[in-house]
């Protein structure tokens, strides 16, 4: 089964500020495209990453336009296995000014996308019109944007997606249940029913080893996650990843994904795994 890994972050601390990774040790190191080629060689899985897409790395908005050429420019001249085929740039689109920085951004044949992390904002900013007003822009260039969230934002995320109709969304790690701890499982299941009611938004499975007890197999934590995303969205909208290297374990995230997508069809082990990203993120 092969798969597309639609996120993929690179971690260059010589070269860019990663705030977010201060209050992790593990992070606080360089992280290269061979690093996550060899990290991915040494998975043992009938499952193969036949293909990767860079996902910015949360820079900050003066980084924003260097990270979005280097990555560029990394995939230009990239010949390795997996192959780099495409980035998902960094961007502010709350900020004014937004409608040049979306020019020079897309001026980079290799960008699919956008993204912007939102949980770490405040809640005016995903209720803003001026960031609605931003994301509409997206439709023209044939952008995406990927959309990482926590379950308390989803009715706002609902609420903005649905003022952008024309604008195709990708929610990133399923918005980010609180596996280990429980947290509020019908919160999470009913704003994502609702999220998925709205045609221009795809899931996207990844990020969830961080999210798990890892005292715990992997594989049932997730099933629960996995089936509701599955249900709501259908397998036409279900995208695959992995969030190297904030879940490093990729040997139980890759058993995990063999053994719940080994339980569909191969049309829609297909799809999730590898079709969907080609055709949300334009890959082909």
Known sequence: MELIDTHVHLLHPERFTYAWCAGNPALQRRFSIEDYREAVGRVRSRVKVSALMFMEADVPAAEQADQTAWSAQLANRDRGEPPLYAIIAGAAPELPGFAAQLDRIASEARVRGLRRVLHTQPDAVLESPVLAESLRLLAARELTFDLCIRPRQLPLVTALVTA??????????????????????????EGI???????NVACKFSGLGSLADPKQPLAPQVR?????????FYPERML???DWPVSPNLQAWFEATAELLGELSPHEQAAIGAGNAGRIYRLN
């Open 240 to 242: 695959w990843g992995t």
């Open 224 to 232: 629960p996650y996995f089936a509701h995303c599955l249900e709501c």
């Open 193 to 199: 029913r609702q999220l998925a009611a709205r045609p």
């Open 164 to 189: 952008c109709p024309q604008t195709q969304f990708v929610l990133d790690h399923a918005a980010a249940p609180d596996i280990a701890g429980g947290g509020d499982l019908e919160v999470w299941r």
